[in-house]
C-alpha cells in the first residue's frame, strides 16, 4: 500500500512541475501564471502571426515561435518573472516562481 501511495505522490509531482501558456489573439493566457520552484512553462503559439517570448531582464528568449510552435523554461529559483512578446511589446506576461 506504502508503495503504492508513493508511486501516487511521485506521479502527482510530475504532473505539477508542467505549466502551460497560450499565446492567443495578442495575449498570454493565463497573464499571470503561478507556479512552483522546478516547473517547465510551455508557450504554445495559437495565433496566425509570429511571436517571440523575452523575458524583461534577458535570462531567456525564444526564438520566432510560429503558428503552432512551442517554446519551454525551467523555473529553478523562487521570484517573479515579467516577459513580453519581443515583436509585440504591448503583450505582456508573468510568472510567479514559489518556493
Avoid at 517570448?53 to 503552432?68: H, M, P, V, Y
Avoid at 513580453?84 to 516562481?97: E, L, Q, S, W, Y
Wanted: net charge negative.
Amino acid at each position: 500500500m506504502l508503495a503504492g501511495l508513493a508511486v501516487l505522490l511521485s506521479n502527482a509531482a510530475a504532473f505539477a512541475a508542467d505549466a502551460e501558456v497560450k499565446i492567443a489573439n495578442f495575449t498570454f493566457d493565463p497573464p499571470t501564471l503561478t507556479v512552483p520552484v522546478g516547473t517547465t512553462v510551455t508557450w504554445t503559439n495559437g495565433d496566425d502571426i509570429a511571436h517571440v517570448i523575452k523575458e524583461t531582464d534577458n535570462r531567456f528568449r525564444s526564438g520566432a515561435l510560429n503558428t503552432g510552435d512551442t517554446f519551454s523554461q525551467t523555473f529553478t529559483t523562487a521570484g517573479t518573472i515579467e516577459y513580453f512578446c519581443a515583436i509585440h511589446p504591448r503583450m505582456t506576461g508573468k510568472i510567479v516562481v514559489t518556493p
